[in-house]
């Protein structure tokens, strides 16, 4: 299609939905999201710990520790995580106790209960929660973030009627992917800030500044102008090069996006993945375990399938639960000379390799090629960095330059059997979405953690209107059938023509709610409840392309706040017992452990939320809300849930925006087009 053509296709796109929005109730209150002062306990503080020996980005030889880094075997749980697991699942109790006591469940008693089942050391029994944030770009991470921000208490209003604060400091793991990743990594590279402080940011800092485009750098009077930007971003790459390791695409990637996610100068160049370890909030038990997720794309390979190995980071280690690689490596000595499990004698050991930014870039190494077509477009940019990514934007698919290199390879001669990757000096990693699993559901449904609920974030740009679909539910799903699952279990999910037509991505969602339905392997588990929590529109049109690069602020908190919503169903509004029903979703595997009766009132949450395990075609239902049936979704444009008190117009500005966004996605692929 010619340029001219596709544009005119995309303008004649509407601006809003079909259906005007229906007014369904008035919007009850909600917290700030805005850029109000709030106390000076809520400031943003640096991190006192950028970890890197060098000072900087690039990676250093270090002398190896007594107890030389080693790979195990992906059977257990670390020492390092039981131990740090010890603290944090007593640290829940209390929060727990507090969260399901707002909840009201009617003939419940919350706080003997939870006090019953984490009396002395076993804590088997206690709810065990979960939070998944999907990728999706900025879209991804302004979701996600709306709700972090109900769940968490420190939130003001989150723990008024209505609202779920509390979930969050109840919970036991974070994990994020992609742009969910950038959400993840932010929170835990700035103290594990608060939303709102994180949208608040500070002066002469660029801190969640989504107005500014990355391609253009801070907009900081006096301090940065596009040129000084990109020269330090390429400086701190050549930093690593220099140092004797091979750089990429996802090291630019990362750099330029630390800019808006650190709240430190030129985006923490020395902030590595390991030192949240020991940050004195999460070393203490006071915070999730965070973990981002890539896949594994063996050199020769383009299309990354549900049998490519999954690899997760977390603060300790760096490895896959699948049955191919089944190891972890210490995250802290990442690119360390191991060979067969083992930094040999005459191995180094390195330090600095994991910086925070080539963490969260490998988990959305999607966008490497978006920043290759767009950086040589940008005024200001340097001629040779321009030069350079011309270069490499037409040797991309030659020298495969978009993916993440870990060199060496952690996992050389590991596992020599079983491993794609034991015999290859470079592990090649990519944007953890690649394989349709775009929520980071894999390592919180290992049997070995014992994960009870995950709340599943889902803000995935399935169909023609960048809404989801559930086909990253689907694609879990799928892979737990096939031998690289090795026993893990998932709840069955329907096709994308069922979560169309029966509105599951529009509304929240409970699978797997019956434990007795599944089949447990000797050594196995129940699989975790899922809580479906798909993005759609509540109060503001939230649907911005993947690519859209820089949103005004207002959008930013609109967005938020409709994920706020979408946690909350707008304080009670479109369901006065959603919060009985979160409670009931947190505490239905420990009743069943437990042999406690179900309330009668987590009986009709289930009833009310769980999918019934019908599909469209067994159920009757062919179209609703404008959906004609048919996979893609092409037909597929959701009305508000809640009208605006102040009426439409935040909704369809939205819209206005998220248009002009699909409209130069499509310059970006029509450029690219005209290339090849």
């Known amino acids: 299609m010619h340029l001219h053509a596709l544009l005119q296709l995309v303008l004649s796109l509407p601006l809003t939905a079909n259906a005007e929005p229906v007014p369904l109730f008035a919007r009850q209150k909600q917290p700030p999201h805005d850029l109000a002062v709030t106390p000076r306990s809520d400031l943003i503080v640096p991190r006192a710990r950028p ?165 253009n750098g801070p907009d900081l009077p006096g301090v940065f102008d596009t040129a000084r930007y990109w020269a330090d971003v390429a400086e701190q790459v050549r930093s690593k090069r220099k140092a004797g390791f091979e750089t990429s695409i996802t090291d630019y990637w990362g750099r330029a996006l630390s800019y808006q996610l650190i709240d430190a100068p030129d985006g923490g160049p020395a902030y590595t993945f390991s030192s949240i370890s020991e940050d004195d909030h999460f070393s203490a038990g006071q915070a999730p375990f965070p973990i981002l997720v890539a896949d594994n794309r063996p050199p020769g390979m383009k299309a990354v399938t549900l049998s490519a190995t999954v690899f997760e980071f977390n603060p300790f280690e760096m490895g896959s639960w699948d049955p191919t690689t089944y190891g972890f490596a210490p995250t802290r000595y990442l690119a360390s000379n191991f060979s067969g499990g083992v930094v040999p004698s005459s191995g180094r050991c390195v330090r600095g390799f994991d910086s925070i930014s080539y963490v969260f870039g490998t988990s959305s190494s999607l966008f490497n090629a978006f920043l290759l077509q767009n950086i040589t477009s940008v005024e200001g940019v340097p001629d040779w960095l321009i030069e350079q990514a011309t270069n490499l934007l037409e040797d991309i698919d030659e020298k495969e330059n978009d993916v993440a290199k870990y060199e060496p390879n952690p996992f050389l001669g590991w596992l020599n059997a079983s491993n794609p990757v034991a015999h290859v000096t470079d592990l090649d990693l990519v944007d953890g979405g690649e394989d349709l699993q775009n929520i980071p559901l894999q390592p919180l449904i290992q049997p070995l953690r014992a994960v009870d609920v995950i709340f599943a974030v889902d803000s995935s740009a399935d169909t023609t209107f960048s809404w989801p ?80 690069p820089s949103y005004p602020l207002s959008q930013r908190n609109d967005i938020i706040l409709n994920g706020y919503n979408a946690a909350t169903q707008g304080n009670g509004t479109l369901d006065e017992n959603w919060v009985s029903c979160v409670a009931c979703a947190v505490l239905s595997r420990s009743l069943d452990r437990t042999g406690t009766a179900v309330p009668a ?67 970006v692929v029509a450029f690219v087009g005209l290339m090849l």
Do not use: H
């Open 469 to 548: 679909n559930g086909t990253a539910l689907r694609a879990t799903y799928d892979r737990s059938l096939t031998p690289i699952a090795n026993g893990t279990l998932f709840p069955p999910v329907p096709d994308d023509v069922t979560f169309l037509a029966r509105g599951l991505n529009n509304r929240p969602t409970f699978f797997g709610c019956s434990s007795s339905n599944f089949t447990v392997p000797a050594g196995g588990r129940v699989p975790p409840l899922v809580v479906y929590l798909p993005n759609a529109p509540y109060t503001t049109y939230s649907n911005v392309t993947t690519f859209t």
């Open 51 to 215: 970890d890197a020996p060098s000072g900087g980005y690039a990676p250093s030889v270090v002398e190896c520790p007594k107890d030389r880094p080693r790979i195990r075997l992906a059977n257990a749980l670390s020492q390092a995580e039981s131990e740090w697991l010890a603290k944090r699942r007593k640290n829940t109790v209390d929060p727990m106790i507090q969260f399901l006591k707002r909840a009201e469940i009617p003939d419940f008693d919350a706080e003997a209960y939870i006090k019953s089942v984490s009396s002395g050391d076993d804590l088997s029994n206690l709810p065990n929660i979960a939070i998944a944030v999907s990728g999706g770009g900025y879209r991804a991470l302004m979701n996600g973030a709306g709700f972090i921000s109900a769940a968490d208490s420190r939130t003001p209003g989150s723990t008024d009627k209505g609202g779920i604060g509390g979930l969050l400091q109840s919970t036991t793991y974070l994990s994020g992917l992609s742009g969910g990743g950038w959400l993840v990594s932010s929170i835990y590279a700035n103290n594990f800030s608060t939303i709102s402080t994180l949208q608040r940011g500070r002066k002469d800092s660029s801190i969640w500044r989504f107005d500014d485009s990355i391609f």
């Open 601 to 667: 009132r987590c009986t009709e949450c289930f009833e009310k939320y769980c999918w019934d395990g019908k599909t469209a075609a067994q159920a009757g239902d062919v179209s609703i809300q404008g959906v004609v049936s048919g996979a893609g979704g092409e037909e597929y444009q959701p009305t508000l849930k809640i009208q605006d008190v102040e009426g439409e117009e935040s909704g369809a500005a939205s819209m206005i925006v998220g248009r002009s966004g699909m409209i130069w996605v499509c310059v």
